[in-house]
């Protein structure tokens, strides 16, 4: 195990070699750095003491050791438009996207287990039916378009909720943050429901496909036989059978649901990282991209791993595998 | 699966029904899937006949009324002579000649990144079932990692380092797409590979390059096909979303998304139709490629086949 962990961490660290090199060759390759980490107001000399106290006059592996030592250092340059740490920036305003994206899971959660648990207890009923084609709907829906509908209909026609920003907050260790607050969850809740449907979709079907898979097996047939009632055998035996697999797929899930709250943040003017990453793709603020492409790429792989290592630890099919 | 007899088909064709006969018959059989095929067609149709089904050409400026901007769906034009029924946007455009003119460009950029990212993909994963072990991990490996990041952000990063444009949007596309047709050919391949008809075409002494693109490649067309058809959906909603986001297509040639993008702002001032109906055909789209790639997967699944 001992040994199967070290080989995992080293893989997660190449990966995270790997984007830097990727990083830095989208830097270098395909921009000219002079142009990306310059301003343009500068004269002929301003620019070439610029050129040298940057850096890029050494040679291009030089160039790529003091970028990984800078990055290690969390040292990934300064913002254009901010005029400040573009780390800092990015690690500020991670927390209302965690936020997001943790709200949008767990709505996903809330809603599409029991609505996956019904249509795979009872697969051949009407309503059944009409989950499963509405699921395709909620696959085949463009978030974007679903968050203006959504603005349009609760917002703007019946006035319900609000349509931007996080509303109150409570700060706590230093983070503010809306779920805390009643007017913070009304703006957090149509942001988070626009975030989740894709994912309610995506868990519905697998609890269905779960529920499928364990409902023919011989100990549910045990646990009915033994007289436990139909809630019973749906709590205790199903569902615990069901879910396991559904943990691991939603770790890896969070990932994406980070990366996708760039558009959701955008329409609902969400300050989280995802639209600042937008702002500074637009205004050509490279020092934040890279910051931020570097963060989530951290995260990512990270999440990968503690959902792989949780994995093994909680099946032990797979950890006998590994330890052969 | 191309060896299916002919008792396994309901309806018993003649000799002279090939197989893409029977794949026919077994795809309408499922009416969701045919009535989306229809509605498919219609789409594709209204893509390549635009400029004759439109009432006006909506990128020539001498055809726009900049006094019909913002009209109810169903207005008359301000000179009485045409019915706008799906509405006018903000600089006076037909929404229903708008949105034909960006089914072309959806279209186009979601077809052709399939297609490119097709190619690309397929020869790659017939390389790496074929080139030896050394080769097939490191393609395998490399497809891994892209596989393993979400596709919104591989776009936002390549679009952030290239900048916006048709090309670097279809450029995109094709880089996030072609992992996925590398490792289903490559698994389809490793399994063909096995089969009689190559050790027979082996055993004629043909050359390893020709039994893969000859006899291995034809055989793998089926699954490729089925990536071939939700690649194309997913390219389609992946391009509305960066040109929502402003990181797609420019303004000169707007696609579905950027229609909707631009209503966005008279939303609030309760005008939807101007985001509306571009979602609509949007989704109506992807809806349809869907419905029709599932089926085709139930199709061309050998072990669904009666």
């Given at each position: 195990m001992t040994g199967w962990l070290l080989g995992r961490i080293g893989q997660a660290m190449l990966v995270v070699v790997a984007m830097t090199l990727i990083v830095f060759m989208g830097l270098h390759v395909i921009g000219n750095p002079a142009d990306i980490l310059i301003g343009e107001d500068l004269n002929q000399q301003e620019r070439l003491a610029a050129i040298a106290r940057l850096g890029l006059d050494q040679p291009l592996w030089q160039q790529y050791i003091t970028f990984v030592e800078g990055a290690a250092r969390g040292n990934l340059g300064k913002s254009f438009?901010?005029?400040?740490?573009a780390l800092r920036l990015i690690l500020q305003k991670l927390p209302a996207t965690l936020e997001l994206a943790v709200s949008a899971l767990m709505m996903a959660v809330l809603v599409g287990v029991p609505l996956g648990l019904y249509a795979g207890m009872k697969p051949e009923h009407i309503f059944s039916k009409a989950l499963m084609a509405a699921s395709i709907a909620g696959f085949s829906l463009p978030a974007f378009w679903v968050a203006l509908m959504l603005i349009m209909v609760f917002s703007v026609q019946l006035g319900w909720l609000p349509a931007s920003g996080r509303g109150d907050t409570v700060t706590v260790w230093g983070i503010p943050w809306s779920w805390l607050t009643l007017d913070g969850l009304h703006h957090l809740l149509m942001p988070a429901f626009n975030l989740a449907l894709f994912k309610i979709s995506l868990v519905m079907r697998l609890t269905r496909a779960g529920v499928r898979e364990v409902l023919p097996q011989d100990f549910v047939k045990f646990a009915r036989a033994k007289g436990l009632s139909p809630q019973r055998v749906m709590w205790a035996h199903v569902m615990r059978n069901t879910l396991i697999p559904l943990v691991t797929v939603l770790g890896l899930e969070l990932g994406s649901t980070i990366a996708y709250a760039v558009v959701t943040e955008s329409i609902f003017a969400w300050p989280g990282a995802g639209r600042l990453i937008l702002d500074s793709i637009n205004s050509l603020d490279r020092p934040v991209v890279v910051a931020y492409l570097m963060v989530v790429v951290v995260l990512f792989v990270t999440i990968n791993l503690v959902v792989d290592v949780l994995y093994h630890l909680l099946d032990p099919r797979v950890r006998l595998e590994t330890t052969e | 699966m191309s060896i299916k007899t002919e008792q396994t088909s309901k309806t018993a064709p003649s000799r002279e029904h090939t197989i893409w006969w029977r794949v026919g018959q077994d795809f309408l059989a499922s009416r969701p899937a045919s009535v989306a095929l229809g509605v498919l067609a219609l789409i594709v149709l209204a893509a390549l006949l635009a400029p004759w089904i439109?009432?006006?050409?909506?990128?020539d400026l001498m055809q726009?009324?900049?006094?019909?901007?913002?009209?109810?769906?169903?207005s008359l034009s301000s000179e009485g002579s045409r019915t706008y029924w799906l509405g006018t946007d903000g600089q006076g455009r037909d929404l229903y000649s708008a949105i034909v003119y960006g089914l072309r460009i959806s279209m186009a950029v979601g077809i052709g990144s399939a297609v490119i990212a097709g190619v690309i993909g397929t020869l790659v994963g017939l390389l790496a079932a074929y080139a030896g072990a050394s080769v097939d991990a490191a393609l395998m490996r490399l497809v891994d990692l892209l596989l393993s990041f979400p596709t919104i952000l591989m776009a936002l990063m390549i679009l952030a380092w290239m900048g916006k444009g048709v090309g670097n949007v279809v450029l995109t596309l094709v880089l996030i797409e072609w992992s996925y047709y590398a490792r289903t050919a490559r698994g389809q391949a490793l399994v063909e590979a096995r089969r009689d008809y190559v050790e027979a075409a082996r055993g004629q002494g043909l050359s390893s390059w020709r039994i893969a693109v000859g006899h291995v490649l034809p055989n793998c067309l089926p699954p490729l096909m089925v990536i071939a058809a939700l690649q194309v959906a997913r390219a389609i909603t992946l391009e509305a979303t960066l040109s929502f986001l402003?990181?797609?297509?420019p303004i000169t040639e707007p696609s579905l998304g950027l229609l909707i993008s631009n209503g966005y702002q008279y939303m609030l001032s309760n005008e939807y139709w101007i985001s509306f109906f571009p979602g609509i055909a949007l989704l109506a789209t992807i809806m349809a490629i869907n419905l029709v790639g599932d089926q085709l997967r139930d199709v061309f699944n050998p072990r669904l086949q009666r």
């Open positions: 438009v901010y005029q400040e740490d | 439109a009432i006006q050409n909506p990128y726009i009324d900049v006094l019909d901007a913002r009209l109810r769906p169903g402003g990181l797609g297509v």
